[in-house]
């Protein structure tokens, strides 16, 4: 199934918890592993920049922005805690957009 709904998140990382921030952030990790609980949670990726040291991005793919929408207030205070627990690893985080997959629309 393809996703039809992609949210891109761009993270600047501290240089010392680099390795905290590609355990949390994997395919695998904790916020992979909160968004598992829903069905229409279809993966994510953690790409990080080469030429940028501490650049990353997270694509996180869904069902549909409703689907998303729905999770995080359906699990606000798990959302919040471990986004609290998260903002000591970087030094900036952006949304840089919400996207849609163009076969899907």
């Given at each position: 199934?393809?996703?039809?709904?992609?949210?891109?998140?761009?993270?600047?990382?501290?240089?010392e918890?680099?390795?905290?921030f590609?355990?949390?952030?994997?395919?695998?990790?904790?916020?992979?592993?909160?968004f598992?609980?829903?069905?229409?949670?279809?993966?994510?990726?953690?790409?990080?920049?080469?030429?940028?040291?501490?650049?990353?991005l997270?694509?996180?793919?869904?069902t549909?922005?409703?689907?998303?929408?729905?999770?995080?207030?359906?699990?606000?205070?798990?959302y919040?805690?471990?986004?609290?627990?998260?903002e000591?690893?970087?030094?900036?985080?952006?949304?840089?957009?919400d996207?849609?997959?163009?076969?899907?629309?």
């Amino acid at each position: 199934m393809s996703a039809h709904y992609l949210a891109l998140w761009e993270f600047q990382v501290r240089s010392e918890s680099v390795s905290a921030f590609e355990k949390i952030y994997s395919p695998d990790g904790d916020w992979a592993q909160l968004f598992r609980q829903s069905p229409d949670y279809l993966g994510t990726d953690l790409i990080r920049d080469l030429d940028h040291p501490g650049r990353y991005l997270t694509l996180d793919r869904w069902t549909s922005r409703a689907a998303l929408h729905h999770f995080k207030q359906a699990n606000r205070a798990a959302y919040q805690t471990l986004d609290q627990q998260c903002e000591p690893l970087t030094e900036r985080e952006l949304l840089l957009g919400d996207f849609e997959n163009v076969d899907a629309a």
